[in-house]
Structures are given as structure tokens and as C-alpha cells.
């Protein structure tokens, strides 16, 4: 389970106030896989940071019993220092993983070459991207959040990338944002909408798409 309890998530400026979440509640019951709909900006990657645990809320707790991955394809966790094998290792270690496996694993997927052992500030955005992607796929995790999935390099790795996520979908529980509507009844079976910083409800993944549509 991921529960969220009373939580409140606000951005401010010197101008303007930014309500994403406003005292929201709810339990994501990790038997079941989820897709999040809403308009650019009305906050699902940050839902997505607060539910893995990047980013703290204003009020209110996040509690999770299970083990919970980054959102997929985040590398904002990397230290631009450190080379990707060094990240890599570090990361591994928190998570308790085999390190050798880990560091073989993300090597052969994310195909960066001599870049691995490079400094992660000389990256490209793909190829942090392609870093993190292969990370999240080489530690197990009991549930996987995943902001737009598709968007990682060319064709032949994003279809990589899809083959491994749905080996790993196959054992494990998902929560994911997304603008396609296809991929997200491909893999979700329960939907919610994130609808001026409330987080709707509905028993069933048609209805969610049916208040998004007519509502955005």
C-alpha cells in the first residue's frame, strides 16, 4: 500500500500561489495498477516525486509498505560528479542489490559506451535518461511509478525498454501518468484524475478517461 494522508502540496512565487494538492487522501492498494490523468500542470510529476519519496510535502505524510521505485527515467538523483558506474554503485548499495549484477546490467542496457565512466555532467539528456532507465529496470521494485514511459531514446532502445518493463510489469504493481490514453488502459486497471488539486477517484479506468476528455 501507498497511502496518502491529508497531504498538501503548494509552490509558491513571489507572484503567484500554485496549489497541487489540496488535503488530499487516498490508499493506492498495490494489487491493483493505476493511471493518473490530467492537463499539462496540473501537478502529476510532482504527485508522482511525492509518492516516491524526492520530494516532501507541505503537510500531511506519505507512508509506503512496499518498495517503491524513483519515477522511471528520473536521473535527477545522480550525482553530475560522479562517473555513471559510481552512481550506479552507490544506488545499488542503498537498495541492497548485487552491486556486480547491477553495474553489469545497467553497462550492457543503457549503451552509453566509454561515457559509463565519465562524469554524469558530460551527459546528454538522453543518456542520463538512458542511464536511469536501465537502473530502474535492474533493481526490483514492488511497485514502479512511471511519468510517460515512451519518451527514452530512439525507437530500437524505447523498444527495449518496453520488452524489459513488461517483464517486470508481469511481478509487480504500476502507477503511471501519461497522455495516451492507449498506453494507459494497456497497463492500468484503475484510473484517478488530478482535478484542481484533488485526486478523483473512479471504479473504473473508462470513467477516468471519460472525465478527462470532458474535462481538458
Excluded: Q
Amino acid at each position: 500500500m501507498i497511502r496518502l494522508a491529508g497531504v498538501t502540496k503548494v509552490y509558491r512565487t513571489e507572484n503567484h500561489r500554485k496549489v497541487v494538492l489540496d488535503n488530499v487522501s487516498y490508499t493506492f492498494d498495490t494489487k491493483h495498477s493505476y493511471g493518473i490523468f490530467g492537463p499539462n500542470g496540473a501537478g502529476k510529476s510532482t504527485l508522482m516525486r511525492l509518492l516516491a519519496g524526492t520530494e516532501l510535502p507541505n503537510s500531511g505524510k506519505v507512508t509506503r509498505d512496499v518498495r517503491v521505485s524513483w519515477p522511471l527515467g528520473f536521473g535527477g538523483g545522480f550525482h553530475p560528479a560522479m562517473t555513471g558506474r559510481e552512481n550506479i554503485k552507490f544506488v545499488s548499495r542503498i537498495y541492497g542489490a548485487d552491486t556486480r549484477r547491477v553495474i553489469d546490467f545497467v553497462e550492457y542496457f543503457s549503451e552509453i559506451g566509454h561515457y559509463f565512466d565519465m562524469p554524469v555532467s558530460t551527459y546528454s539528456s538522453g543518456m542520463g535518461a538512458r542511464l536511469a532507465f536501465g537502473l530502474s529496470m535492474a533493481i526490483d521494485f514492488e511497485c514502479y511509478l512511471v511519468d510517460e514511459i515512451t519518451a527514452v531514446g530512439d525507437a530500437r532502445f524505447g523498444l527495449r525498454c518496453r520488452e524489459a518493463f513488461d517483464e517486470r510489469r508481469g511481478r509487480s504493481s504500476i502507477i503511471m501518468v501519461s497522455h495516451d490514453i492507449g498506453t494507459i488502459k494497456a497497463y492500468c486497471d484503475r484510473g484517478l484524475a488530478l482535478h484542481h488539486g484533488k485526486l478523483i477517484a473512479f471504479g473504473h479506468i473508462d470513467d477516468a478517461v471519460e472525465f478527462y476528455r470532458k474535462n481538458h
